[in-house]
């Protein structure tokens, strides 16, 4: 499958231009329903595409410079991996309205191959949420959620920049809706040489660096009844990334992707009930030449088939009870790399009660059973609290068991791959102090995260590499965010200062694990005056690379 890149916008500066016919706000559809009940029990950066657009050339700098997430890239634009207080990237979950879109070759997500705009909210949500999100949710989540307004009439916008390096990154959208119908469509074509120099001590210019990516979405929704609704979302991405090199005499490789996704959703709503059935289909094609002038050396194909069903019922205006089914087929196939055709059967069923005590107390209890083709898999269970003691202190627990079963990586490469690896097992506890005093918002939240049955990639004997069960890891630490904004007349100040001490080690030898920073800090502080905005960034991080 290949995506042709037919979006071209000749414009070139920094800004957004808009136009359309203002309507009243009738309502707004998100696709993801789950998320404004998560963020009710638990700690969640959301950052709006406003935000988003300060680093809108890859979703890696999003979450580095306005996230506590840790990215390690290998190069702007090149393969990056995130994660969340010392997991690995497997542990992190990728969420695309609703729907868990992880490789299920590696397990994981390339963020610079997921789309850094087209969507209306990134939420980004550390610690377990894997009873409504699934396998592999054990660091935490990021959720890329779409939207639908409904009455508003026409809207269009185009953004447009132009960087060194031969950098351009282009975004249009447009929408329409009135009482009963709602359509928006969107494209992002982003481009580099990303040929930089760098002089110094090494004096080497980045060959072979650039990298391209395509992508558009198209979503509609209907309102066939007073209480029920059809929506579709689709989304379409093709990226090109090649691998840096610094000498002209050094073989030039590259990494092709095409990647589809499809949601249809039916919503019935009802005083006291809403059902949501979905019906996914997701597909991810890859292409790696170890001689960009040779044909594709490696490579694979990836099909997703998903059912899921989220049924809602308030018993009284206290209690809640959700229940959460999911059935999946997933399908592999790859090139020259030892996996043939492969399909994996996935179920799961999920329950959750939620006591609103009183206006400012409230509880969540969920318990879940997943269903894995050829494998056993634990009862998960989780438990939060938030309580509002007082008018500036607010108190958040939060304690999970989870798993992460196998990719087709991890059993089927060849030579390498494990048929006989176990899941892994985690077990975690954090717990947030939030306090609000002068407009100011300061959150400290400890937590303890430990995993057994770690599955690594290890040398064999036979020279290669194989993916085992090795040991258990147990990472604690503190995440601390200072939140303040405040206006005063044409003028507004916000800023957002975070602090994470992560502290993850092998339990059997005491080490810290490879590529997990110790220290990070990021902040961003915005100021505005009228119509001109003025914003300043950083990220700064400490990371070991000693052996494990």
């Not at 009710?40 to 050339?57: C, G, M, T, W, Y």
């Not at 700098?61 to 497997?90: C, D, H, M, W």
């Not at 059967?345 to 999920?350: E, M, T």
């Not at 994470?500 to 902040?523: A, C, D, I, R, W």
Request: glycine letters at 8%; charged letters at 20%; proline letters at 3%.
């Amino acid at each position: 499958m290949d995506i042709k890149r037919s979006l071209v916008l000749l414009f070139s500066s920094y800004g957004c231009f808009l136009f359309g016919q203002e309507k009243t706000i009738d309502t707004v559809y998100v696709f993801d329903n789950q998320m404004s009940k998560v963020k009710l029990f638990h700690k969640v950066n959301s950052i709006s595409p406003e935000d988003a657009k300060k680093n809108s050339a890859n979703l890696s700098e999003i979450l580095r410079f306005q996230s506590p997430v840790y990215i390690k890239e290998n190069g702007r634009g090149a393969v990056s991996s995130p994660s969340f207080r010392g997991t690995g990237a497997g542990h992190t979950a990728f969420v695309w309205n609703g729907i868990n879109i992880n490789s299920q070759f590696l397990g994981q997500g390339d963020v610079n191959n997921i789309p850094s705009m087209g969507f209306d909210q990134l939420d980004v949500k550390a610690g377990s949420v894997g009873v409504i999100y699934g396998s592999g949710a054990i660091g935490g989540t990021v959720h890329l959620n779409n939207s639908l307004d409904f009455n508003k009439g026409f809207h269009a916008s185009l953004f447009s920049e132009a960087a060194s390096f031969g950098t351009y990154n282009n975004f249009a959208k447009a929408s329409f809706s009135n009482k009963k119908f709602s359509f928006k469509f969107s494209g992002n074509y982003s481009v580099s040489e990303n040929d930089y120099e760098v002089k110094e001590s090494r004096n080497y210019i980045n060959l072979n660096g650039e990298y391209s990516n395509t992508n558009f979405n198209f979503a509609a929704a209907y309102k066939i009844a007073p209480h029920h609704q059809v929506s579709w979302i689709s989304e379409f991405f093709n990226g090109d990334q090649h691998f840096p090199v610094f000498f002209d005499s050094q073989t030039k490789t590259k990494y092709e992707t095409q990647n589809v996704r499809s949601l249809l959703v039916w919503d019935w709503n009802a005083p006291k009930l809403n059902n949501v059935f979905r019906a996914a289909y997701t597909e991810e094609n890859f292409q790696y030449f170890d001689n960009i002038s040779n044909p594709k050396s490696s490579g694979g194909t990836g099909k997703n088939y998903i059912l899921k069903n989220d049924f809602n019922y308030f018993l009284s205006p206290k209690w809640n009870l959700n229940i959460i089914g999911e059935f999946q087929v997933n399908k592999g196939e790859g090139y020259m790399s030892g996996i043939k055709e492969v399909s994996r059967k996935v179920g799961s069923l999920a329950g959750l009660l939620r006591y609103f005590a009183t206006e400012d107390l409230r509880f969540e209890a969920g318990i879940k059973k997943d269903f894995v083709e050829d494998y056993s898999s634990p009862v998960l269970l989780s438990f939060s609290g938030n309580w509002n003691l007082t008018k500036w202190y607010n108190l958040n627990l939060n304690t999970a068991k989870n798993f992460r079963y196998p990719s087709f990586n991890d059993l089927y490469w060849q030579p390498g791959g494990n048929m006989n690896l176990k899941p892994e097992t985690a077990y975690q506890f954090d717990l947030k102090n939030q306090f609000t005093i002068a407009g100011v918002k300061l959150m400290l939240t400890p937590y303890y995260i430990r995993i057994t049955d770690m599955i690594t990639w290890i040398p064999t004997s036979m020279g290669n590499y194989s993916p085992v069960n090795t040991y258990k890891v147990q990472s604690y630490g503190l995440e601390s965010q200072i939140e303040y904004e405040r206006k005063f007349g044409k003028h507004s100040l916000r800023s957002n200062l975070g602090y994470s001490y992560t502290k993850s080690t092998n339990v059997e030898t005491g080490k810290q694990m490879m590529y997990v920073p110790l220290h990070k800090f990021f902040g961003n502080i915005d100021y505005r005056y009228s119509f001109l905005k003025i914003y300043v960034q950083g990220d700064v991080q400490r990371t070991y690379l000693c052996r494990q």
